[in-house]
């Protein structure tokens, strides 16, 4: 049997952690079982569902590199399909009309809570004889067994039962003629053959009525795998304070990818102690057995922890492939000057946030406006400009503008002067950045260049009061 799964998205909203997650699980198992792996557009809450959000989805998963073998489906386009079999259970006693009005079941629910019940339909329409004109508003619900329990091995959670008088005839289709989720999904899970459905814990409830459909359409039933929710960090639904925002805003803030990937694995699924994991590695050894029943929790600075690893440790092309988008996004004409690789090597040490990195290379592209100003107070007095006077002349006869070189300089002004390197390389690094913080100075003004730290050492020699 070839291994098939999943990932059905309602277009309602923006691609989230938790359903990123369940994308890569069933992305995962259907790789790690060399089976395929199947996207479906769930669009039949018609009035909800819009293209911005269908466009992001596809987005979110493409920057997450989730290919998908099969899709998108829509499920708007296969109504048809619904509804021919909607109409066999119909013919079959499987189902059956209702002609129940909002009023009176909302009579009913009342009641039923005002006793203690759990609100359900009571069957009213199941066996009726009433007559009824062929034009009169109806839903067809599914007659549900009414004996009997409907069990599942999950894989997160084991032996699941429930009785099926907890269980009431569910709507199939609507009065405007459309097919409802529980329905639709049996169906598309059979015609496309999926073996195994990964989803949210919410869905449990779901599960034992649309095994009852499956088991009326004579389909087979695949494997359910009930992920748990993810929460804050002290413990409450996710939110968007917590970070449940849409995935590309990760991309926006300046994460990679591979870092994402990474942090979502690792939120209930786990292997050993392992913290680090290749895509090939999570491929490799991802089981649906071993995925956590307890809730995870999100966690900001672990994630910008793995973010910068992956900074650091990846291929600084490929690094600096993403930073593009963000050099881009701040309007940073990364053109003139040093390739963004070359920044990537130098920064990543100090950076969590491809965004971070953005902001922190302004300098060797731009020229600053102002100088920070505790930077200035502190290493810009009167005393700097003798050891930046001299610096400037060294430099400007330099003929290799190399690290090595460049560090010399700085060493040999020290010396002349008999100051402590903190005395010239200060002054320096605040002259050429502008900045009270920067990498190794002599590898910042190699990337800047020569010219541009020579003109800068000249705006501040001007500015500078005469030594006393």
Known sequence: MKVKTRFAPSPTGLLHIGGARTALYSWLYAKNQGGEFVLRIEDTDTE????????????????????????????????????????????????????????????????????????????????????????????????????????????????????????????????????????????????????????????????????????????????????????????????????????????????????????????????????????????NLFSLDSISKSASAFNTEKLRWLNNHYIRTMDPVYVASHLEWQMNDLGIDYKNGPTLAEIVTLLAERCHTLRELAQQSRYFYEEYEEIDAAAAKKHLKAAAREPLALIRTKLAALESWETEPLHQVIQDTATELELGMGKVGMPLRVAVTGLGQSPSIDAVMQLIGKERVLARLDKVLALLPAAE
């Open 48 to 283: 909800r569902s819009t293209q911005a959000a269908i466009d992001a989805i596809m987005e979110g998963m493409t920057w997450l590199g989730f290919d998908w073998d099969e899709g998108p489906y829509y499920q708007t386009k296969r109504f048809d399909r619904y509804n021919q079999l909607i109409d066999q259970l119909l013919a079959e006693g499987k189902a059956y009309k209702c002609y129940c009005s909002k009023e009176r079941l909302e009579t009913l629910r009342e009641a039923q809570m005002a006793n203690g019940e759990k609100p359900r339909y009571d069957g009213h329409c199941r066996d009726s004889d009433e007559y009824h004109a062929d034009d009169e508003p109806h839903v067809i619900r599914f007659r549900n067994p009414q004996e009997g329990v409907v069990a599942f091995d999950d894989h997160v959670r084991g032996r699941i039962e429930f009785a099926n008088t907890e269980l009431d005839d569910l709507i199939i289709r609507r009065t405007d003629g459309v097919p409802t989720y529980n329905f639709c999904v049996v169906v598309d899970d059979w015609d496309m053959e999926i073996t195994h459905v990964v989803r949210g814990e919410d869905h449990i409830n779901n599960t034992p009525r649309q095994i009852n459909i499956y088991k009326a359409l004579g389909a087979p039933e695949p494997e359910f795998a009930h992920v748990s929710m993810i929460l804050g960090d002290d413990g409450a639904k996710l939110s968007k304070r917590h970070g449940a925002v849409g995935v590309m805003q990760y991309r926006d803030d300046g994460y990679l990818p591979e870092a994402v990937l990474n942090y979502l694995v690792r939120l209930g699924w786990s292997h050993g102690d392992q913290e680090i994991f290749t895509r090939e590695e999570m491929i």
